[in-house]
């Protein structure tokens, strides 16, 4: 509805899990308002998420314990909407309103 | 077959008769899982639990593989454990628990830890493979020969205070078969093994007994499940709300600072078995013979010194 | 105090280390749990794991309540007693288990049915109570004490493929004080019980051994958390996140036909304490020299038929 | 939207558990299009959802499991989208476009 598209954004949470709430402020869920359009002026995907999340949520300075070589770590899931990311399309995903995404450390011990 | 067909016993009838009532169990479950030969990989913090509840439901063979000797700082959260045994065997230790629970069943002790080498062969001699163990290249082994010799997986890990679940492979079907939506592996849920610098060992990071102990009762409800109502049997498992073929990862999040609450678990919804799954998918080379002659490499793929392995 | 402040000692440093270093535990955590009185109503299929997961970590006095003694049909699930212990009383079996698994902790048995008679006098020795009994009457009862001595309740129970948890009374408030949302008693959540001809029992519907595990465990780890974090004191407890004062109702469905899924477990949320509460509300008469004198009549208000009574 | 509000539905969920689902075909969730007006004109609440349940949903003769005296048995509780039934209004609560309905039996045995 508003012309000023680069201050819209999408509200959507985001969780963390499995030991991964350690690094963004010990908090299991967050409310984040994600600008809709990235950089690029392409609408906000995983991808753009994740980057926005290292750059503006996380507070630890252990930025490989979430993000490598500027994708998201091996060992970690990605959820969307209680689905794992494969199934929506990865990075590729366009966020929507509302949207719930998790970020799981998979975990081994026993 | 007659064992499939038999009466119960009555002190079979009398010790499980409160689960042969209940709907979906009956005679028939309980002679299914009397006939059936089940394999708990690990004899720690989710192998005590889940041991307990499959002994107590009458699972007729229970194959235990544990190298481990009980330790004290075990015994918080191996509840088939005692004081009394620390130095024992862990699959000695249990087993005498389980004897005092249940005489009935069939225990096998492997003392050993599994490795590329003895898997298949202790495999092999069961139908259905809980992985009870606390590190990442065993699970991935665990998996891989699951695959070949057509085993369903119910698997299990917890560190701190999370703890995570999943039935794999479950119905089994043929190596790179991928058509029509078969179960998925453990590679095709976690494909690429995290940084050994992200790993949290329950050593290094500690772990709740109550939410291991969770989470190994849980796998034994599951494998109870799969057993009692043949949920491993391809034709049984065709319904569209098995929930199996695209099996969920539950997640557990225990919280010391407030009660267990709407996000103390979760399911997600896994997909299905990858056409490019290394281990299942329609073009992998994975075979019994290579894992056995080291290939793949389990140690280099986890990118574990040789000298922290264990079970 | 001196014991909160203590050394931990050199077994107790080893024995529940893995425990200690969880992050919020710590030592202060441990010593709480070392210094607590914590009381197990029923040595049963809630009660027997829920007794191994306290015991593992470590709560340092531990009364146990149970009239029956061990059968065999008792023994798929109530995994804390044995084979040879059939006849033995439970609270004597479950200890022996107990004793063996952590031998530090002081067990205190009470070999009888929990009564309005001697209910009081035995939980009021007590810090904190684990209701793991299998009938309604004896519920309410329970928890008209617990308001009444303002001891904490963790509460749940189980029949045939269903689990509930919840916990009650956590921060314990004044009877009578309905000011600032205090956490509700479990009459405020069930103020009428069902009619007697609409409720199973675990002998008339069975029992899965994992369901009422899970259930079991879950109290041990809300029991553990509560006193490790001291959330039954009141100025520790009024965050807002905590999920007390208007407490989760967990439930757990178990389903034989299909994987664990996304319905298999539910936190429903429930109210904070009612202000016409016939136990913990503004008008309340409930005393404890009524309950002892037999006001109320439990059994008549539960619609149970006087032999059919059983812890 | 329409002028037809005599056949207008609300669409909901109906789940049961702690053994209710043993009356309601052993389904644990159910799909339902209720109407939006009840028989009196008004719209759609609780009181006339457990109504309607008996008389569509349910399959079993024993009502007396699920019902007695017009009201719902004591010893079910009753969660609307997940919170019980006391915080939202108990039977007057008007139903709402996907709402969830949850019917547990409270248990007892251990
Ligand atoms: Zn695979
Ligand atoms: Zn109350």
Redesign the pocket.
Known sequence: MSNQTEIDTIPITVDFSGGLEMLFSNRRRHAVSLPAIDGAGKPANIAFLIDYLCKNLMKDPRTDLFVLDNHIRPGILVLINDADWELEGEEAYEIQPRDNILFVSTLHGG | QDEDNRRLTDEEFERYSRQVIVPGVGKEGQLRLINSRLLIIGAGGLGCPAAQYVAGAGVGTIGIVDGDVVELSNLHRQVGHSTSRIGMKKVDSLITHLEGLNPLPSYIPHPVHITPQNAADIISQYDLVMDCTDNLATRYLI?DVC?LLQKPLVSAASVQKSGQLIVLNCPPTPQGLVEGNCA?????CFKKPPPPSSMMSCGEAGIMGPVVGMMGVAQAGEAIKIIASALHLTSQSDGPDRNLRQPSLLIYTYDLESAVGPYSFRALKMGS??KN?????ENSTLTLEGIKSGNPNYDQFCSVPASSRSL
Chains 1, 4 share one sequence.
């Open positions: 998996s695959v998925p592996c453990y590679r095709c078995r990858k799954c290394f281990a299942c998918g």
